[in-house]
């Protein structure tokens, strides 16, 4: 059954950089938009980034201008290109594939630490 395998977790120094990757382990038809969530420790978990299948980003507030989200449909992949990093953004770090069918597939997570 299909997975979605994230990477590129770390501790990180304030004012540092990340990039997170997100790959289906199996082939995926139809995803319409893909993106990033994550949790911090006694937090609800939030949307940071979306990307369409046409290439349309969103972004929450707390992270526009720093982060970029990007995409590529045929290998099934998302990214996340984390810049200028805050110790607020200490979280856990979830990729998310929605299908045509309204379908949900979530990754296992990344932990993210930034020191300050």
């Known amino acids: 059954q299909v997975r979605l395998v994230e990477s590129g977790g770390g501790l990180v120094q304030a004012g540092g950089s990340l990039r997170l990757s997100c790959a289906a382990s199996g082939r995926l038809i139809g995803i319409r938009a893909m993106g990033w969530y994550r949790q911090a420790p006694g937090k609800q978990r939030e949307l940071v980034a979306t990307?369409?299948?046409?290439?349309?980003?969103s972004y929450a507030d707390s992270v526009k201008g720093r982060f970029t989200i990007s995409g590529d449909n045929a290998k099934n992949a998302v990214y996340l290109q984390l810049n200028s990093l805050k110790p607020e953004d200490t979280a856990v770090y979830y990729c998310?594939?929605?299908?045509?069918?309204?379908?949900?597939?979530w990754g296992q997570g990344t932990q993210v630490t930034v020191s300050s």
């Open positions: 998310k594939f929605t299908t045509l069918g309204e379908f949900d597939y």
């Open positions: 990307i369409t299948s046409g290439g349309s980003t």
